[in-house]
């Protein structure tokens, strides 16, 4: 008899509550390291507005340094949780369940970290009213034709219909921890859970609700990332003005975002013992799925160098040179190397299924796609049409902490929302093993 056959209901439950058992020190002592960095980064920017945006590294010919980097970047980690959750619902691959609540929230969390860059690259932040489109005030007219206003509805759009998503969804698991609560925690569940009863209205208008959400992020996973990609497709400038770049953004971000959720499920897996929901088979799963997106990453590299040549157009033709052997070449070479060679070691099933590679290519996918973002930013603008323009950005270490405090406060946020909320949907988990399916597929 396999593990999956004698999975209960009793036992998800037990295992899913006892993660919300009372936090240890070593715990806390994490928590407080990543605080750590969070104050670290916003006394970077507290600096930044006293002194001015000068501190950056930000000037001419480079206005977009590591800001608008880490903002595409998290805006790009952000598309494989609403893709696992929402796409395979929608096909019922069951082997998405173990994994879809984390990957919500890994969601959510990564669009409010990306939705600082554009408040930090303001500069003066208090001003940002003068960006808000208000028609006919200040005698502005907002350009709607812009794709930097396609970005704020696109983004906002996604980051409510994420949220709503991940939040219907615990709902049933909020109030099971509500019934098993007492005192404060159960008042403070009881008020999350929004009245769930369990009645057969309550999961008939659940069912109803959680799949019309499904069906509308479904298109937002791919036209969000699509819009990111024309603020830069729509520009003229070598290497940037190419119809390729919205398919290229959309792999590249499903690319990042599904090894993003391997960093966050095997540390996640073996804290909480969730080894015989979060199977190796579900691991494996998302290692090829990775295949094939680094596949298409790797496939749109070599169309932009092909296009480049076979255009005969010489400034294109220059820029991917430049980016090849210039003065970023070591950036351009760890993203190749880390977004399109390394994935393709999961084609040997005992890498794709040995935590320990699984977790390091994962890493190293992670590191290979802020590269990306790099190489695409800062290259084309620095050695444009007009080679006495041209000129060399490195971030200051004002940058650097603020980029710090970007990633402590994502991993800060999520580690607090696992130890005190449902980190598992049992609900799905239960619809799996009552339909007779395993957590593996």
């Known amino acids: 008899m396999t593990d999956e056959a004698v999975i209960t209901f009793d036992e998800i439950d037990q295992t899913v509550l006892d993660t919300l058992q009372p936090p240890t020190r070593g715990y806390w002592l994490i928590v407080a390291a990543l605080f ?54 929608l096909f019922r691959a069951g082997w998405r369940n173990p994994i879809a609540r984390a990957a919500e929230t890994m969601t959510v969390f990564a669009v409010c970290t990306a939705g600082l860059f554009p408040f930090i690259h303001l500069g ?36 409510t219909v994420s949220s709503l998503f991940w939040y219907t969804g615990m ?32 999961w008939r208008h659940y069912a109803r609700a959680y799949l019309f959400f499904a069906a509308l992020a479904t298109p937002l996973v791919i036209s969000v990332h699509s819009v990111v990609s024309w603020d830069f497709a729509l520009g003229v400038v070598p290497g940037w003005h190419t119809t390729i770049f919205a398919p290229y953004f959309v792999a590249g971000a499903i690319h990042s975002g ?11 897996r073996q804290i909480f013992r969730y080894e015989r929901f979060i199977s190796l088979q579900v691991l494996e799963n998302v290692a090829k799925t990775i295949i094939l997106t680094g ?96 000129g060399h950005y490195a971030p200051t270490w004002i940058e650097i902490g603020i980029m710090l405090g970007s990633f402590s406060l994502f991993f800060m946020l999520f580690i607090l929302f696992v130890k005190h909320m449902p980190s598992m949907s049992t609900t799905e988990l239960k619809e799996m093993v009552h339909q007779g399916g395993t957590h593996g597929g």
């Not at 299924?353 to 994962?362: A, P």
């Open 171 to 202: 709902l049933p698991d909020l109030a099971t921890v509500r019934d098993r609560a007492q005192g404060t925690r159960k008042k403070i569940y009881g008020i999350l859970a929004l009245g769930w009863t369990g009645s057969h209205e309550h």
């Open 258 to 268: 599904l090894a993003m959720v391997i960093t966050l499920m095997i540390p996640l």
């Open 124 to 159: 003066r932040v208090w001003m940002v009213y003068y960006m808000l489109p208000v028609p006919t005030q200040r005698t502005l007219w907002p350009n709607f034709q812009s794709p930097l206003m396609f970005d704020v509805v696109a983004i906002s759009t996604y980051l």
């Open 36 to 89: 750590g960095g969070v104050l670290l980064g916003g006394a970077c920017w507290a600096y930044q507005i006293f002194v001015g945006i000068g501190v950056g590294g930000q000037n001419n010919p480079v206005a977009w340094g590591t800001y608008l980097i880490n903002f595409v970047f998290w805006v790009g980690i952000a598309h494989s949780g609403t893709l696992i959750s929402a796409i395979l619902h």
């Open 295 to 390: 596949l298409i990453v790797g496939f749109a590299y070599s169309t932009e160098f092909f296009i480049a040549w076979y255009s005969h157009n010489d400034m294109e033709a220059a820029i991917f040179t430049y980016r090849a052997t210039g003065a970023y070449r070591v950036g351009f070479w760890i993203m190749f190397v880390c977004n399109a060679v390394v994935p393709l070691l999961f084609f040997f099933k005992k890498i794709r299924t040995h935590l320990g590679w699984l977790f390091g290519i994962s890493i190293l996918i992670n590191i290979g796609m802020w590269f990306e973002r790099f190489v695409i930013i800062i290259t084309s603008v620095a050695h444009d049409f007009i080679p006495h323009a041209w």
